[in-house]
């Protein structure tokens, strides 16, 4: 019989303390790295929605038409059976006032939305030519709804950079330099909207070039002084969509009262075709 009391137990194996350092730095690094091309809007992620197969095969845009929706992102930011909406402008941009009629007609026309505040403004006075003083409405707060046609929930987010003039903030009138713009407008949308939103805005106005326009430049760098320009951003289960600049030429409204255009969507805009396209592309994009 073996005698277990002289058998000597064996020695526990000690940890190497040099290696589980460089696996912790190895594992930080790593983090890091996804975590800047993910808000970079360079790393590819999975649809929310599974059964929309057509987003695996997703590549994203080089370049970005002017006046188009486009696809930037095959990625949901809203979550799921969740639709958001951001417009991205300015109070005195004559390309937001524009737009604003067709957004408003969206929602007014097509889904009969009764709990949008808006207030009537003209775009800034000193703009060139027929730009200046467009007739538009200033959408005084975020609101949801129940699209009836797919029963998601659709959330708008308005965003306003600079005030009438360009050269403050829109919230509180503080002076912005001119070789200041653009950055100051980055910092709006920064606190405004999620951090994958402002990535990709961005990416879209400060670093892709504008593809249908000359010089070939991003879109922020198009207009002197250089600044951040109107989009419009819808993200939901079928990915992000981007309108970067106009929805319709602007100075189609120019002359045009406020009056006049709220008369106007009461009777479907007859006399605008070109507002009532507007909002039906992006009700397709919503009804996606």
């Known amino acids: 019989m073996s005698n277990n009391k002289n058998k000597k137990k064996p020695e526990p194996v000690k940890p190497n303390s040099n290696v589980l350092p460089k696996i912790m730095v190895i594992v930080i690094g790593a983090v890091l790295i996804v975590t800047v091309l993910y808000f970079a809007g360079y790393l590819p992620l999975p649809h929310f929605n599974s059964s929309n197969t057509g987003q695996s095969n997703f590549t994203a845009p080089t370049s970005i038409p002017w006046g188009s929706f486009t696809e930037i992102s095959n990625k949901n930011?809203?979550?799921?059976?969740?639709?958001?909406?951001?417009?991205?402008?300015?109070?005195?941009?004559?390309?937001?006032?524009?737009?604003?009629?067709?957004?408003?007609?969206?929602?007014?026309?097509?889904?009969?939305?009764?709990?949008?505040?808006?207030?009537?403004?003209?775009?800034?006075?000193?703009?060139?030519?027929?730009?200046?003083?467009?007739?538009?409405?200033?959408?005084?707060?975020?609101?949801?709804?129940?699209?009836?046609?797919?029963?998601?929930?659709?959330?708008?987010?308005?965003?306003?950079?600079?005030?009438?003039?360009l050269y403050a903030y829109a919230s509180n009138n503080t002076h912005i330099a001119s070789s200041n713009l653009v950055s100051a407008g980055l910092s709006v949308v920064n606190s405004s909207v999620p951090p994958g939103i402002s990535s990709l805005v961005y990416k879209y106005t400060n670093l892709i070039d504008i593809s249908n326009l000359a010089p070939h430049t991003p879109s922020a760098l198009l207009s002197t002084p250089h600044h951040m320009n109107t989009v419009l951003v819808i993200t939901g289960s079928f990915g992000t969509y981007m309108l970067n600049g106009q929805l319709y030429t602007p100075t189609n409204i120019h002359g045009v009262t406020i009056t006049a255009l709220e008369d106007a969507q009461a009777n479907g805009f007859s006399g605008y075709p070109y507002i009532a396209s507007g909002a039906s592309t992006i009700e397709s994009i919503l009804n996606k």
């Open 77 to 165: 930011f809203a979550g799921s059976g969740q639709e958001n909406v951001y417009f991205i402008s300015w109070v005195g941009c004559p390309i937001g006032a524009a737009i604003s009629w067709s957004l408003n007609y969206t929602f007014y026309h097509y889904q009969g939305v009764t709990n949008v505040k808006t207030k009537g403004h003209y775009s800034d006075p000193n703009e060139k030519g027929n730009a200046a003083s467009l007739p538009g409405l200033l959408f005084m707060d975020s609101f949801s709804y129940t699209n009836h046609d797919t029963g998601v929930k659709v959330f708008f987010y308005p965003v306003y950079m600079y005030n009438e003039t």
